[in-house]
Each structure stands twice: as structure tokens, then as C-alpha cells.
């Protein structure tokens, strides 16, 4: 079964705080992405990414820069974060763009 | 705007009871639907999917019916469960292109109260 892990489970920063969600995937799958889930709006899309090196724009990237670095490790940032970004973040492989999507745990961002 | 809606936006039904879920989609481009279950504290896991070729998809107690000239699709739960009790999201992608792209409905939380 794949797995994806993400850290940290949780994190607090202020306004203006810069800030990295970690995403590792252990399955060789080449597809990551990163969503947010918010109340009312289900999981939105904020980036993915096809391969190392490779970054996409999702369908809510403003404020997030996002970097994949080897096939198994996908991060979002958080430069000047603010309180509209307290959300739930979850990180999602898949094997190919067509195939089922596994997800991690989420990280529970909060900014003050 | 939201390009997949979901309905209600929570049910509670009885164990033993079929609870019904529904979905709509805007974009004519959509021929996978998949249906994800998440319950408290982990993300989403794949419950069933269908594509837009067929009009019924059966797995164990659950079952999506689509209707594709009115864009619409319902998850089924047979038999109920307290063990079913999780939020439900419908989300649709356009197999055409390559990105594997989701768009996500806002979820339908389910109780089934024993």
C-alpha cells in the first residue's frame, strides 16, 4: 500500500511567518500534488508536479511557491503567511496522472 | 465557483438504512468520478470510482449511479453502518489530459447512528 507521510502534523506561525510543509511518498509514484481542505470547500488544489525538478500551478496557488526535489520529497512554502492560510494541508501521490491518489495524514496549519 | 457540488451537506441515517449521497458537475470534459472517504484525523482513502461510460458502478454495499445528460451521480450506501460514519467527497477529473487533476466537492458528512 502507499505511503505518504507529511510533517509537521501541526503548526503555529504569525502573520508574515515563513513556513515549510514537508511530503514524502515511499512508492516510486511520480505524481505528487498538495491541496488544502477547508470547511464548505472540500480539498482545492494548490500545486503538483509531475517529477523531480517538475512544478505545476493547482487551482489556489497564490501565496504558495512550492519545490519537488527527488522523486520521493514535495514541499509547499509559506513565505509571508497569513491568517487566510490557516487551513488543513494534505499532501497526495499517484503512480501516474490517471491513477487513484493515495493521501498523507495532513498538516493543521494555524497562523495568528 | 465551484465546479462540483455536493448534497446534503450532512445526513444522519439509521443503521441499516441506505443513505444517499449526491453530486453535480459543471464541465462537460469530466469522465472519472471518483468518490474518496476520510474519516476523523486521516486523509482522504478511494472508496469507488466510475467512469463516465457507465451508468452504475457496485462495490459491496456501495454503489454510484451517474447520469451523464444531466450531469448528476449518486453514491449509494447499502446497509449501513456506524463504521461508514466519515465525511464523502465526489471529485471528477478529465482523463484527457495527463495532470490527474481532482476538482473536489465540499463533502457530505455522514453518522449512522446505531
Known amino acids: 500500500e502507499a505511503a505518504v507521510t507529511q510533517s509537521p502534523r501541526n503548526k503555529v506561525t504569525v502573520t508574515g511567518g515563513n513556513v515549510t510543509l514537508s511530503c514524502r511518498q515511499t512508492n516510486s509514484h511520480n505524481y505528487m500534488y498538495w491541496y488544502r481542505q477547508d470547511t464548505g470547500h472540500g480539498l482545492r488544489l494548490i500545486h503538483y508536479s509531475y517529477g523531480a525538478g517538475n512544478l505545476q500551478i493547482g487551482d489556489v496557488p497564490d501565496g504558495y511557491k512550492a519545490t519537488r526535489t527527488t522523486q520521493e520529497d514535495f514541499f509547499l512554502l509559506l513565505e509571508l503567511a497569513s491568517p487566510s492560510q490557516t487551513s488543513l494541508y494534505f499532501c497526495?501521490?499517484?503512480?501516474?496522472?490517471?491513477?487513484?491518489?493515495?493521501f498523507g495524514p495532513g498538516t493543521r496549519l494555524l497562523v495568528l | 465557483q465551484q465546479q462540483v457540488r455536493q448534497s446534503p451537506q450532512s445526513l444522519t441515517v439509521w443503521e441499516g438504512e441506505t443513505a444517499i449521497l449526491n453530486c453535480s458537475y459543471e464541465?462537460?470534459?469530466?469522465?472519472?468520478f471518483p468518490w474518496y472517504q476520510q474519516f476523523p484525523g486521516e486523509g482522504p482513502a478511494l472508496l469507488i470510482s466510475i467512469l463516465s461510460v457507465s451508468d452504475k458502478k457496485e462495490d459491496g454495499r456501495f454503489t454510484i449511479f451517474f447520469n451523464k445528460r444531466e450531469k448528476k451521480l449518486s453514491l449509494h450506501i447499502a446497509d449501513s453502518q456506524p463504521g461508514d460514519s466519515a465525511t464523502y467527497f465526489c471529485a471528477a477529473s478529465d482523463t484527457g489530459g495527463l495532470s490527474g487533476k481532482l476538482t473536489f466537492g465540499e463533502g457530505t458528512q455522514v453518522t449512522v447512528i446505531s
Open positions: 464541465n462537460s470534459a469530466f469522465d472519472y
Open positions: 497526495a501521490s499517484s503512480d501516474w496522472g490517471k491513477d487513484t491518489q493515495y
